[in-house]
């Protein structure tokens, strides 16, 4: 049995962190679907940079578009959804049969709206009705000004990934928001039913501190981060305040194990998919390492929900010079940063390319 379908079978969900037009048309994403339990994916600036820089997949979609009279944010954001749609569309049959814990593809806001609540719950609100998919997730990160947005959402019935969580604390107040927008549906008589997932990011914490740290500890903290926060996950699960809301038909936030492809060659490429095998959770893998683990992945039992080793590991990471709480805050200003950056590439990759796209099609200049 393959461990992708070990890790299955335990209760995780394996999602892809990829999407490309080409995944669709291929039918690779199908075989991923059919032969690696793959039951999900995500997507974010970055993807959809490469995706439609990547060759001519997007060519004909980008100059329709254009002569539709669509550009920028407006072009991109069907452009994405038609992938979206096709993608969702794979993943009906496992939403359907699981009542719709499973089975999500998501869709990002625009990062410039990372500090902008009121412009992220409009954003939100747009792209839900635009998709037109019940299993279509819209990613809000889990900013400050982020939080409250996410809340509003849940209590409009909007599904929500939020992305860009890296500690604990962030995805405390990423759960909490998620608490209160229910505690708001159920006071208002509303269906609870509004799934979401909380986006805790692993590999980075790693890439940032392993040049700080004793070689021991290379390649610890974010597994160590991943191990607290899913104590704190189970916490939450177990509390009176969560009860209630379950007891009145609510489905739990997943924990969601987002950048889990290892970045240090020196390491295992499987490394923190083993470390982070858990029932009731989620892990979004890019395409390399999820074609790695299904090759040669393995087990080493599931994560303990008390956290394990995560506080001496922390205590040790935090006497050898690292300050954990400051470097969490670090990596989220940096990772919401990094996808202004991809997202203002994606719009001038396609602004490039409904130039010479009309340019082309109008052939050459008469003499």
Request: a negative charge; zero cysteines.
């Amino acid at each position: 049995m393959k461990a992708t379908q070990q890790l299955h079978d335990l209760g995780q969900s394996l999602w892809l962190d990829n999407i490309t037009r080409t995944l669709l048309d291929d039918g690779t994403l199908a075989r991923y679907i059919a032969e690696d339990s793959v039951t999900g994916l995500t997507s974010n600036p970055s993807i959809f940079d490469a995706a439609i820089g990547d060759g001519d997949a997007y060519d004909a979609g980008v100059h329709a578009k254009t002569l539709a009279g669509l550009s920028g944010e407006e072009l991109f954001t069907e452009l994405a959804l038609e992938d979206l749609r096709r993608a969702a569309d794979l993943f009906k049959p496992v939403f359907d049969s699981t009542q719709g814990v499973d089975g999500w593809v998501s869709m990002e806001v625009s990062p410039l709206l990372a500090a902008d609540t009121a412009g992220s719950i409009a954003a939100a609100k747009q792209i839900h009705a635009q998709a037109q998919r019940d299993n279509l997730f819209v990613k809000i990160p889990g900013t400050p000004e982020g939080i409250p947005a996410i809340e509003e959402a849940i209590f409009a019935g909007i599904p929500i990934n939020v992305t860009l969580l890296f500690s604990r604390d962030h995805y405390v107040a990423a759960a909490e928001a998620y608490v209160r927008g229910l505690e708001r549906r159920l006071d208002a008589g509303l269906d609870l039913r509004v799934g979401s997932v909380a986006s805790l990011f692993i590999s980075r914490w790693d890439v940032a501190s392993n040049d700080k740290l004793p070689a021991e500890l290379h390649n610890r903290l974010g597994i160590a981060v991943g191990q607290q926060t899913y104590r704190a996950y189970h916490e939450l699960l177990g509390s009176p305040r969560w009860q209630k809301l379950a007891a009145a038909g609510a489905q739990p936030q997943r924990l969601l194990w987002a950048s889990t492809g290892v970045k240090d060659p020196s390491a295992p490429d499987t490394l923190y998919v083993s470390a982070l095998a858990a029932p009731d959770t989620v892990d979004t893998m890019p395409e390399k390492t999820l074609r790695a683990f299904a090759d040669h992945g393995q087990l080493n039992g599931v994560m303990n929900v008390d956290g394990g080793d995560a506080e001496k590991t922390l205590e040790q990471i935090g006497k050898a010079g690292v300050d954990v709480d400051a470097l969490a805050s670090k990596l989220q200003k940096d990772g919401a940063q990094a996808f202004v950056k991809s997202w203002q590439q994606l719009l001038q990759r396609i602004k490039e390319k409904s130039t010479a796209l009309a340019d082309k099609s109008k052939g050459p200049a008469l003499q």
